[in-house]
């Protein structure tokens, strides 16, 4: 069977779908071919966070692009709400961080004085003031600060309208059918190769989450550095007036949603595409919860599960043209922040896609950073912890203090 697209987006998380609403308002043709279902995996297992403040220890790229995504997320999720009918829950209620060490509130007081020293408004809590505005947090508590302007969102809701918006703006979207390569010729993108065949199209966008270096690429391209990084989360219940506000600190983290529902996370496991949820994990996210809001303990467990994240060597995403073959774009390796970059890089690719340029700052999230250090590959890659263990990362200049089990 072949059909012909304008431009074919492999993966139908919310980059993805993100990706082919802005493609199909700038008039092209779009299908998005999804292997499984529509944001069924990282997107909708995510925590919701669109926090840069509250998740970068310093300045960087990634920053700057996070902190230019958040301001367009409120009218964003406007539009997608308006296309969709589906209210994504976007909550402006800030960010808490509790420091629970000396040494963890060293790092965050230095974090607030660079931040404001770009003009953030980022402030300092006393243990009453925390406690204010997260009445359950009563471990204990060597510092807190509050990120006001950081946001999260039901990014389980979010990704379905996205979706729906898409379709509604006129892009396809195939599920249950795995693109297995990239089909060019003469140095061109013609095309994919999928279960039903083959689709012409001259643009193909890779966006296929942490199954992005499993689809074949054409002679002479190299399969983005994309690998699975396992993350774990508890569900519980029963918390809403304890818990009323995104808390982060540094082996766990709390993100309570409009239903009721309080997450906890999150794990970093190099454990290959194994998305089972571990008695380990579970365990040890309770006790690092309980030991901040000891309330948890009285709480309801409503389950838990895991998803993969995207990896890459730098933890830096991947955004942008290869080098190698026209028409073959990259939208990968968003690890941790695919829910709060997804505005940013779908408006950057379809400028770069339909204009060439954009005045989003990508230029150094670009794929083609590994073919001019191929080195960075073998300096900067984890090696694989034992299963059911998360590994310890190695930090690039952009990376988070991030919750994680010890």
């Keep these: 069977m072949t059909r012909a697209a304008g431009a074919v987006v492999i993966g139908g998380g919310l980059a993805g779908c993100a990706l082919a609403r802005e493609l199909a308002g700038r008039g092209l043709a779009v299908i998005v071919f999804e292997r499984g279902h529509v944001g069924r995996e990282a997107s909708a297992a995510a925590a919701g966070f669109v926090s840069p403040q509250a998740d970068f220890a310093r300045d960087g790229p990634l920053f700057r692009l996070g902190l230019a995504s958040r301001a367009a997320y409120p009218r964003w999720v406007r539009a997608i709400a308006r296309e969709s009918g589906l209210d994504p829950a976007l909550r402006r209620h800030g960010v808490v961080w509790a420091a629970t060490t000396h040494a963890d509130a060293r790092a965050l007081g230095a974090r607030l004085v660079w931040q404001r020293r770009l003009g953030l408004r980022a402030r300092r809590l006393s243990l009453r003031g925390a406690r204010a505005l997260v009445p359950g947090l009563s471990g204990p508590l060597r510092g807190a600060a509050f990120f006001p302007d950081d946001l999260s969102i039901d990014n389980e809701r ?133 030991r901040l809001v000891p309330s948890v303990a009285g709480a309801t467990l409503l389950g838990a599960y895991a998803g993969l994240r995207p990896g890459t060597p730098d933890e830096l995403p991947i955004v942008g043209a290869a080098d190698e073959v026209s028409g073959l774009w990259y939208a990968c390796g968003l690890y941790r922040n695919g829910v709060l970059l997804a505005p940013a890089v779908a408006a950057a690719l379809a400028d770069l896609v339909t204009d060439g340029v954009t005045r989003w700052p990508v230029a150094a999230l670009a794929p083609g950073r590994f073919g001019r250090a191929a080195s960075l590959n073998r300096r900067t890659s984890p090696r694989a912890p034992r299963a059911g263990r998360p590994g310890r990362r190695r930090s690039s200049p952009d990376s988070r203090r991030t919750p994680r089990l010890r």
């Excluded at 992005?212 to 002479?220: F, L, Y």
């Excluded at 506000?245 to 009721?260: I, K, L, N, Q, S």
Aim: with cysteine; aromatic share 4%.
């Design 158 to 290: 979010l990704v379905v309208a996205t979706a729906l918006a898409a379709r509604r703006g006129g892009a396809r979207i195939v599920e249950g059918t795995s693109v297995h390569g990239v089909v060019a010729r003469g140095g061109r993108v013609v095309g994919v190769r999928t279960d039903r065949g083959l689709t012409a199209a001259p643009v193909v966008i890779n966006a296929a989450g942490a199954w992005a270096a499993g689809i074949a690429m054409p002679r002479g391209a190299a399969a983005p550095a994309v690998t699975p990084v396992r993350g774990q989360m508890v569900v519980l219940g029963g918390l809403r007036c304890v818990v009323g506000r995104p808390v982060h600190a540094t082996e766990v983290y709390f993100a309570p949603r409009p239903d009721g529902r309080l997450l906890v996370g999150s794990t970093y496991e190099r454990v290959g595409f194994d998305k089972r949820p571990t008695a380990h994990a579970v365990r040890t996210l309770l006790g690092a919860a309980e």
